[in-house]
């Protein structure tokens, strides 16, 4: 039996503001979902909630553990090469799948590198190689094609889509191009107006 994933009659205020009252949802296990909705909706507080990096204000959440993730920024060692961020959080054991990986996301050919040096949408790849490369049942990808080029978010999602297999991903975009990629269902989040 799958784990149960999702928010139930959760309440968060930052300050003043209600991002959440009173919502509930309930995500596949097992599947893809895709929160979506514009800027100030909540996407990413509700990734923070399912992380525990947040707790509601009321209400229950009910997560699955462990978790890899993608954040909204790449949180790399700029000083680092590619696969000296991957080995900082496998050590040596996954260094060839690490390899395979970064060779997968067209990052082969730059093994010594600093990622310093890299582009925005290389560092994305490097950050997606490496929650991909973590023990997780969870998956959560928040804005992770940030940065990719039509033909480099493409094969990021294939590679995405066949290391995920019978995993759980929660995935947060404003476009729904990414998520028809990662096959995922689509949520849209209501926006609060309380103050």
């Known amino acids: 039996m799958s784990a149960q994933l999702g928010f139930y009659h959760v309440t968060k205020r930052f300050g003043g503001h209600t991002v959440f009252l009173n919502f509930t949802l309930t995500l596949p296990a097992g599947r893809a979902s895709c929160l979506m ?3 100030g909706s909540g996407k990413t507080t509700l990734l923070r909630m399912l992380m525990g990096l947040e707790r ?11 978790q ?3 954040f909204q920024e790449d949180r790399l060692l700029e000083h ?23 060779d997968r996301l067209g990052l082969g050919d730059l093994p010594d ?49 066949d290391e995920n297999a019978g995993h759980t991903l929660v995935l ?22 309380a103050e």
């Open 172 to 193: 947060v975009t404003h476009d729904k191009a990414e998520a028809d990629l990662l096959g995922a269902q689509v949520f849209e989040l209501p926006i609060i107006s």
């Open 68 to 70: 890899s993730a993608v």
């Open 80 to 102: 680092l090469s590619a696969p000296g961020n991957l080995r900082m959080l496998t050590g040596r054991s996954r260094q060839e799948r690490g390899l395979r990986l970064l």
């Open 37 to 39: 909705g514009p800027s």
């Open 113 to 161: 590198q600093p990622v310093r040096s890299f582009s925005g949408g290389m560092k994305r790849r490097v950050a997606i190689a490496r929650a991909l490369l973590a023990d997780y049942e969870l998956l959560l990808l928040d804005e992770p094609f940030k940065g990719l080029d039509a033909s480099a978010r493409e094969q990021a999602a294939r590679i995405i889509l």
């Open 56 to 66: 509601p204000d009321a209400g229950k959440i009910h997560t699955i553990r462990p």
